[in-house]
């Protein structure tokens, strides 16, 4: 009844509203899936990790801070604005917020961010190798090229300083003595970026415990990369 007034006075907004707030739910929902599947995979361990969705243009949804992924709920999800400030929610946010938000703000295209630490892939990262051997063709059409970004502390601006050179260019990003990060249009295509990862991580070590790493020549790699812009030109 309330909402037949609004339309009579022509100020019904409630679809809107009923709009937005079913898009909340399910992402709060998706977040806290995604977290359980990082925990399942032991991409994380203890309070490690996070994720964060757009919810729009002024608004991120965000992963509370010091929670393991694995326990986390909808409703412990925290929503900060642009800069960092929370706007609602009962717990802090993650403390790598800003690396989040320096994404966000250099990548408009991108409407989800996942941090994690797999073993192997942050393996890579420690020894300070980056995953940018183009050993396997999936990999070269689905991420291109790992890089590695220099060290820098954790929760901190230094951080997100250390990433800006590769975020316009990669979709996915070893951090040096800590982990990785990947992002995409949505949490389902960042958090498959992460699979991938740590699942090239593993081939490239395998590859080079038995000896014999045979990377694409410069002929294979220009056919990859143009069915990687075939991919990309579909939405794939």
């Known amino acids: 009844m309330s909402y037949l007034k609004e339309l ?11 709009r937005a707030a079913s898009k909340e739910r399910a992402l709060r929902q998706d977040l ?5 599947m990082l925990h399942t995979q032991g991409f994380v361990a203890a309070t490690d990790g996070n994720l964060s969705v757009r919810l729009d243009q002024e608004r991120i949804l965000v992963t509370p801070t010091c929670f393991s ?7 412990d999800m925290v929503i ?17 917020i800003v690396m989040h938000l320096t994404i966000y703000r250099m990548r408009p295209d991108v409407g989800a961010v996942v941090h994690a630490h797999p073993c192997t ?25 790992v890089p590695l970004a220099p060290y820098a502390t954790t929760g901190t ?11 316009p260019f990669h979709d996915a990003i070893l951090m040096a003595n800590h982990g990785v990060v990947t992002y995409g249009e949505d949490l389902c295509r960042a958090y498959m970026r992460m699979e991938a990862v740590e699942h090239y991580a593993k081939i490239v070590m395998a590859a080079r ?27 794939h």
């Open 8 to 18: 009579i006075k022509g100020t019904a907004a409630l679809p809107f509203r009923g």
């Open 157 to 167: 601006m230094e951080l997100s300083d250390s990433l800006r050179p590769f975020i």
């Open 121 to 145: 892939a942050t393996g890579f990262a420690s020894a300070g190798i980056a995953l940018d051997e183009p050993l396997c063709s999936e990999i070269v059409i689905t991420l291109g090229a």
């Open 69 to 75: 992924k694995g326990m986390m709920t909808p409703d």
């Open 80 to 96: 900060v604005d642009l800069h960092g400030k929370k706007l609602c929610g009962f717990y802090n946010p993650s403390s790598e």
């Open 32 to 36: 806290a899936r995604f977290g359980k």
């Open 209 to 235: 415990q038995l000896g014999c790493a045979r990377t694409l020549d410069s002929r294979e790699l220009e056919k990859l990369f143009a069915v990687r812009s075939q991919y990309a030109k579909n939405g």
